[in-house]
């Protein structure tokens, strides 16, 4: 019983937590879709900025569901894992950027991985609780740009994906303490 009273510790503080993130991901995404606008697909930006408002529109109903019920051992599993899912989901769409509105041009690269970066070091305080959730994420977000990076063969692109990479892995060392 002491292990479930833990695990429902941990869930507590991701769903404390969670507002930060629900705040954030759409703000960052109205500055990506403007500053973006002209220069990337419109379509496939206009389908990712959506796609962030309807996840996030989500784990907001999520976490008002969540702060409404008692936490068992019969609701717990329901919670872990649609905040997975939804995390994921997040994750998949800003590492799925690299493909479907990543610029040409480096500064607006730049600014996408600045964004992806930040992200991801807020979550790292968060998730890290649950190390395959934190895992998840880490590779669903930055994978995607180690990917385009390194297909690209130019002397920054290699320095991009090796720090992508270097910063990927110092994260993951950390989530693990």
Request: proline share 2%.
């Amino acid at each position: 019983m002491k292990h479930f009273e833990i695990e429902i510790q941990k869930l507590n503080h991701i769903y404390d937590n969670v507002v930060s993130g629900i705040i954030a991901v759409p703000l960052l995404s109205a500055i990506i879709f403007y500053s973006y606008y002209g220069i990337v697909n419109s379509q496939h930006l206009s389908i990712w900025f959506m796609l962030n408002l309807i996840v996030i529109f989500m784990r907001g109903f999520l976490l008002l569901s969540y702060r409404k019920t008692t936490i068992t051992q019969d609701n717990f599993s329901f919670y872990y894992k649609t905040f997975f899912v939804l995390s994921s989901a997040t994750a998949l769409l800003w590492g799925g950027a690299a493909f479907y509105i990543f610029p040409s041009q480096v500064e607006y690269q730049i600014i996408i991985l600045l964004f992806v970066a930040g992200l991801i070091s807020g979550v790292s305080i968060n998730i890290s609780l649950f190390h395959s959730m934190y895992v998840t994420y880490l590779l669903l977000a930055l994978i995607p740009y180690i990917y385009v990076f390194s297909i690209e063969q130019t002397h920054i692109s290699f320095m991009l994906a090796t720090s992508i990479f270097l910063y990927m892995f110092i994260l993951y060392i950390i989530g693990k303490k």
